[in-house]
């Protein structure tokens, strides 16, 4: 359930954080936010990177198709890639790193402050 929440978050997140502020600070906001929810290590990567790929690529396409603009397909020729849905997959691609190396830090950052036991191998 932590899981699907946090994608969600994540995906707010983005959506309405990222015209106001760069995406380090995204990142930032989104390590705090694993850490907050304490989510295991493979748990905060892989919900940290589905929720920043998927924003990232729902706002790509969205742009793309609002606007009606050659751009993205004049950026991919440019590029030697093929289309502007080449683009937009290599953006969710960045978008996933981004958020998933973000969630697994917030997840090691709450492990690296927990306080471990120092009795349990004492006879």
């Known amino acids: 359930m932590r899981f699907i929440l946090f994608i969600l978050v994540v995906i707010g997140?983005?959506?309405?954080?990222?015209?106001?502020?760069?995406?380090?600070?995204?990142?930032?906001?989104?390590?705090?936010?694993?850490?907050?929810?304490?989510?295991?290590?493979?748990?905060?990567f892989l919900a940290g990177g589905?929720?920043?790929?998927?924003?990232?690529?729902?706002q790509?396409?969205?742009?793309?198709?609002?606007?009606?603009?050659?751009?993205?397909?004049?950026?991919?020729?440019?590029?030697?890639?093929?289309?502007?849905?080449?683009?937009a997959g290599l953006t969710a691609i960045v978008g996933f790193f981004l958020g998933s190396f973000s969630g697994l830090t917030g997840s090691l950052l709450r492990n690296l402050f927990r306080k471990k036991p120092d009795n349990l191998y004492r006879g």
């Open 13 to 44: 997140v983005v959506v309405f954080l990222n015209p106001f502020f760069p995406f380090w600070v995204i990142m930032i906001v989104i390590a705090l936010l694993s850490a907050l929810l304490g989510l295991s290590g493979i748990q905060g």
């Open 60 to 87: 790509a396409l969205f742009i793309s198709a609002t606007t009606g603009s050659d751009l993205p397909n004049r950026m991919a020729e440019l590029m030697g890639i093929g289309s502007g849905m080449t683009i």
């Open 50 to 58: 589905l929720g920043y790929g998927l924003a990232w690529l729902g």
